[in-house]
């Protein structure tokens, strides 16, 4: 009898000692493991003079890159044998999953107004045991027109856009003003692209459809008050891609 309740007693220790070192290796893992990402907008254009970071505009493409921290005393985990399960909008990427790929390339997609990426990573492809996942979710920002007025200086500060300084610009009579516009957050990789126009409107008026972000205003000789320049610039192959902008001239 005794025997009987010292086998009991043995097996117990050895389910109690099991179901405790599993609980702490889920812990363990839980509590070690992180993702960071780090991405690239691949298709944002900003001019020069811009010092901020390009942002991701309509239908924009982005390189995603997940960074894990995932460690373990337990047990030796070979981080080149990791699996990267990708989800976009719900949806499992499977050329984008693998042993190894913790990258994702992927478009903005024109019919959402949030894209969320989730990734999961697993020990190994068997995809056995979860170390860690996490989603993030990206917002496409609205693209920009800018309007500056070219000089001798090379840097032009994005503060000193004429449409943002100024309420309304003064012009003499018979004056002529450069303008430049900039195509902000725009996939293209220069303002002169020929996927992009340029529509400018004096008055109302249009003018000349072209693929120049340049444009000379010439003040009327006989015309005093306010005058309006709007310019809308459109993507011929992102048609989410526009951005439209009015600039008031006051002539002396």
């Known amino acids: 009898m005794q025997k009987y309740y010292l086998i009991l007693t043995l097996f117990s220790i050895f389910i109690f000692t099991t179901l405790s070192t599993k609980i702490s290796w889920s812990q363990n893992l839980e509590s070690l493991n992180e993702i960071n990402f780090s991405w690239q907008v691949l298709s944002s254009y900003v001019p020069p003079f811009y010092e901020g970071r390009p942002l991701p505009g309509e239908q924009s493409t982005i390189k995603l890159i997940a960074n894990s921290n995932i460690s373990t005393s ?3 985990l070979d981080k080149n044998q990791f699996f990267y399960a990708w989800y976009f909008n ?18 903005l997609d024109q019919l959402e107004n949030t894209n969320t990426i989730l990734v999961k990573i697993y020990s190994d492809e068997n995809k056995d045991t979860l170390l860690a996942e996490k989603k993030i979710r990206v917002d496409p920002y609205g693209s920009l027109a800018l309007i500056y007025k070219p000089n001798n200086n090379p840097l032009i500060m994005y503060s000193q856009a004429l449409n943002r300084k100024y309420k309304s610009y003064k012009m003499k009579s018979k004056e002529n003003l450069d303008i430049l516009v900039e195509p902000y957050y725009f996939s293209i990789t220069n303002p002169e692209d020929i996927n ?13 459809q072209n693929t120049k972000n340049t444009f ?6 006989y ?14 192959k992102l048609f989410l891609q526009n951005a439209k902008t009015l600039f008031s001239i006051s002539l002396q």
């Open 74 to 76: 337990l047990a030796h």
């Open 216 to 221: 000379t205003l010439k003040a009327p000789e």
């Open 223 to 236: 015309q005093y008050g306010d005058l309006s320049l709007e310019i809308e610039i459109s993507h011929a």
């Open 196 to 208: 992009l126009n340029y529509q400018w409107k004096q008055n109302g008026v249009a003018g000349l």
């Open 90 to 107: 719900d949806l499992y990427s499977s050329p984008s999953s693998g042993v190894g790929k913790n990258i994702l390339s992927f478009d």
